[in-house]
């Protein structure tokens, strides 16, 4: 008796395809990402900006990529498409016009039309703030003046609108998101950087090797967690009720269920949050005013008031985001519409209310659960006495939701070829012939 053959898993051409395609624009795209642009000296910004209150704004852009803080060509990365993309994202909750538009076919062309004109235009004014800013650092540009501006600016406009086209590119053809697969290239980038440092950590003594131990084991189950979390989803039931659909047929009943995610929000509420509570730090290292000074030193990561602020901003946040990306009233408009209703509560407005209150309930243990992972991996670190961990909170949350995401699009490729493939070797019979698919 020979042991059951497993089968190998299946790439058709196309998929290969997408696939390779992806990884060469993400590897274009962190080659770019190390090249520096013309006319800075970028050990002299590196060494300012490492010691100065804005080290964590420039952490956080060099997070979501790009390398701000040694000036190469996509030191802006795709953070100018993503602040349009939210810009217009809030506006639709607060304008009926561009709420209006987002829900139709021609709308949103008009809406990502506009979008990449505002990436444009916060582009340029980024481009030449840090412009304005490498300038003020002694000596970070060794010929400042109106030349070496003009150079930065169109040197970093340039590469956030190619990487913003980039994105783009790996979302029509290849595989996954292609905004949400470049910021996951980039954090994975720093897993082997932030390795050796830790290695080194142990080496020197700095970090003992149960402390490094105990570090990791949180660190897993941190990523466990966010696994689990990510893919929980309260089930709202729904019932569809039997139909006569013209002609003697008849529609049976169905029953169903509408998914709501725990964490519906998903990572921008920490980011949110990140980027208000660093703002006093940024500030005074452009205005040097000692008030904002005293403000950032107050809130340093690790410190009990940061975790405080940064996790109530949290919450607030994912309660805020939820109530933009999530509109109950239209969910309950299109099961009306389909005849569908929830058991025992009536349609209409009423559906609107339950679905609201059950959004309410399941929206807070998520916010909570995402000030813990935001909090307690740089706590842990902090602890045991690693400095600068590059591996956050944030950066898992973002990892594990685009690799979910793209493994369920790679899988759900394959099931579409699968049964492509399926209705092709098929017969079936049609006004008494024999007839192939496809043929």
């Known amino acids: 008796m020979t042991a059951p053959r497993v089968p190998a898993l299946a790439i058709d051409d196309e998929l290969k395809r997408k696939l390779l395609f992806t990884l060469l624009a993400l590897v274009i795209y962190r080659i770019g990402a190390h090249i520096a642009a013309p006319g800075v000296n970028v050990t002299a910004l590196a060494d300012f900006i490492r010691n100065s209150a804005a080290a964590g704004f420039f952490g956080l852009y060099d997070a979501l990529g790009g390398g701000l ?31 209006k538009m987002q829900k139709d076919e021609e709308g949103k062309k008009k809406i990502t039309q506009w979008t990449r004109y505002l990436t444009v235009f916060i582009s340029l004014s980024q481009a030449y703030t840090f412009a304005l800013f490498t300038e003020s650092i002694p000596g970070a ?35 996954g998101n292609g905004m949400s697969l470049l910021i996951t290239f980039s954090i994975l980038e720093r897993l082997w950087p932030g390795t050796l440092q830790l290695l080194q950590f142990i080496g020197s003594g700095v970090v003992s090797v149960v ?47 509408i998914p709501i995610r725990l964490i519906t929000a998903g990572v921008m509420p920490i980011i949110f949050a990140q980027t208000i509570i660093i703002v006093p730090g940024t500030l005074a290292s452009f205005t040097k005013n000692t008030v904002l000074t005293d403000i950032a030193s107050f809130f340093t990561p690790g410190d009990l008031p940061y975790d405080i602020t940064f996790a109530i901003m949290i919450l607030l946040f994912s309660y805020f985001y939820t109530s933009i990306i999530f509109n109950s009233v239209d969910l309950a408009e299109n099961l009306k519409k389909q005849g569908a209703f929830i058991p025992g509560v009536k349609p209409g407005g009423a559906t609107a209310d339950y679905i609201d ?3 309410g309930r399941i929206t807070l243990p998520g916010s909570l659960f995402l000030a813990i992972v935001a909090i307690v991996p740089i706590s842990i670190a902090s602890m045991v006495g690693i400095q600068n961990f590059s591996f956050g909170g944030t950066s898992i949350l973002i990892v594990v939701g685009v690799l979910l995401d793209t493994l369920a699009q790679i899988e759900q490729h394959r099931t ?19 007839s192939r698919f496809g043929m």
């Open 69 to 99: 803080s040694r000036a190469t060509v996509f030191a802006l990365g795709i953070m100018p498409y993503i602040s349009a993309s939210i810009i217009f994202q809030l506006a639709g909750g607060v304008a009926p016009s561009i709420g």
């Open 141 to 175: 540009v060794p010929a400042p003046g109106f030349a070496s501006r003009l150079i930065m600016v169109v040197t970093l406009t340039t590469g956030a609108i190619f990487v913003m086209w980039l994105g783009e590119q790996i979302t029509e053809r290849g595989i």
């Open 211 to 257: 402390g490094a131990v105990v570090f990791l084991a949180i660190l897993v189950g941190v990523v466990a967690s966010v696994v689990a979390m990510t893919i929980a989803a309260r089930r709202i039931p729904i019932q569809i009720p039997r139909k006569v659909m013209g002609r003697g047929r008849i529609r049976e009943g169905q029953k169903t269920f």
């Open 357 to 359: 209150a059950v959004l």
């Open 416 to 434: 579409l070829r699968k049964y492509d493939g399926f209705m092709k070797s098929g017969r079936v019979k049609y006004r008494g012939r024999s």
